[in-house]
């Protein structure tokens, strides 16, 4: 009997699409691999893919065409722009304006999981403790999934 289970979405800022660019072994490649496979669906913000390019056209254009070619092969999708009502309540939450953006974005897409590397403006703001979002670090999507196995 085929398993009715949704695949589950899982939104990235930069830092973690970054990661998974600098590092073909860690659990950032490992969020790539998944969402090849299908286990998966990765999706990023208009933001965070602008923001990842300039990081590596300044620091790393040499990743630039591996960007292309990630975002390429597993069909990473990029959410809606985010709702004002989305927009205004990552305000009230994130302080720092770009880093609001990304979180109204991944708010914006409804996704399972918000994965960053950033502990000052997400892993460790107790006030996006609420949200119908878990946010965490790429290992903690993949020890979330491996629970679900």
């Given at each position: ?60 254009s040499e990743l630039l065409s591996l960007l292309a070619e990630l975002l ?78």
């Amino acid at each position: 009997m085929p398993s009715s289970k949704r695949i589950p979405d899982v939104f990235l800022d930069t830092s973690v699409t970054i990661a998974a660019l600098m590092s073909p072994t860690g659990g950032a490649r490992m969020l790539f691999h998944l969402g090849e496979a299908g286990a998966i669906r990765l999706v990023v913000g208009k933001s965070v893919l602008q923001e990842t390019d300039d990081v590596l056209r300044h620091k790393a254009s040499e990743l630039l065409s591996l960007l292309a070619e990630l975002l390429d092969e597993v069909q990473v999708e990029i959410g809606e722009d985010p709702s004002e009502e989305n927009s205004r309540k990552a305000v009230q939450l994130v302080e720092y304006l770009p880093d609001a953006m990304v979180l109204a974005e991944a708010l914006e897409v409804q996704a399972d999981w918000f994965s960053t590397h950033d502990r000052e403006h997400f892993l460790n703001n107790q006030a996006l403790a609420d949200l119908p979002i878990r946010i965490g670090t790429p290992g903690d999507v993949l020890a979330w999934l491996r629970e679900q196995l």
